[in-house]
């Protein structure tokens, strides 16, 4: 079974505040990463595809980076808003399998 | 399109009872997937398949199965219901981008 982790766990931030979150996944035969948001009772909604080495992708305040020779992908989110309170995980389509990290919780202060 | 359809939403079941939880999508898609998602935790993967008549465990088969006889159906069955059990599930299905999943079935063992 392929390892894909997520860092931190669960991540409390104010209102404003931008923060990050890591992915980290098999460097070896690498397809794709997959970036999801899963809010409570909904299920996940797709936000970024990632392919290449060095891809940046960006939707609105939220954006990614991918470095697959080592393994990792950032999630960035920018001023942080009550509405992105949610579950952001990633998953690494394996070969036949789609495996998902344990995501991070991440909670928004007003 | 309807995508991915999940049947029932919600159900509990006594100790030892069977059920069956239904999964179909019209995306004409291959790869078909089972995940449970348990309070703080990411999914975990029990079943999948790559196309009809072909299924393999995840990380968590034990007290499921699964068939698929069509492309567009995947039914999930539990024989003998047990308290570890309770989690609420999620089907989906991919064709090597992104996964799209089902609302989820909320399944409650008493």
């Known amino acids: ?31 794709a990463l997959h970036w999801y948001r899963w809010e ?12 290449l080495n060095g891809d940046e992708k960006k939707k609105g305040r939220i954006s990614a980076t991918l470095n697959t020779k080592e ?5 960035y989110i920018k001023g942080s808003q009550p509405e992105d309170s ?8 394996g070969t036949y399998k789609y495996i998902f990290g344990t995501g991070t919780r991440l909670k928004v202060l007003a | 399109n309807a995508g991915v359809t999940q049947t029932p939403k919600f159900r509990i079941l006594k100790i030892g009872q069977s059920m069956t939880l239904q999964c179909a999508q019209d995306m004409n898609h291959n790869y078909m ?10 999914l975990k993967l029990i079943y999948y398949s790559v ?13 499921y ?12 069955r539990l024989e003998l219901a047990a308290p570890s059990q ?24 008493v």
């Not at chain 1, 949610?86 to 389509?93: S, V, W």
């Open chain 2, 33 to 42: 997937y089972w995940y449970r998602q348990d309070p703080g935790m990411g």
């Open chain 1, 86 to 93: 949610a579950t952001y995980l990633c998953a690494f389509p």
């Open chain 2, 65 to 76: 199965n699964v068939s698929r006889s069509t492309t567009e159906d995947f039914p999930l």
């Open chain 2, 86 to 109: 309770t989690s609420v599930y999620f089907c989906a299905s991919s064709y090597n981008t992104e996964a799209f999943f089902g609302q989820g079935t909320r399944l409650t063992v």
């Open chain 2, 51 to 63: 196309g009809a008549g072909i299924t393999d465990k995840g990380e968590v088969p034990n007290g």
């Open chain 1, 71 to 75: 393994g990792y992908s950032y999630l």
């Open chain 1, 1 to 31: 079974i392929l390892n894909v982790e997520q860092s931190p766990q669960s991540l409390h931030v104010q209102e404003g505040d931008s923060t990050n979150f890591t992915c980290s996944f098999p460097s070896s035969n690498f397809y």
């Open chain 1, 40 to 51: 409570t009772a909904k299920s996940p909604e797709a936000l970024f595809v990632m392919t």
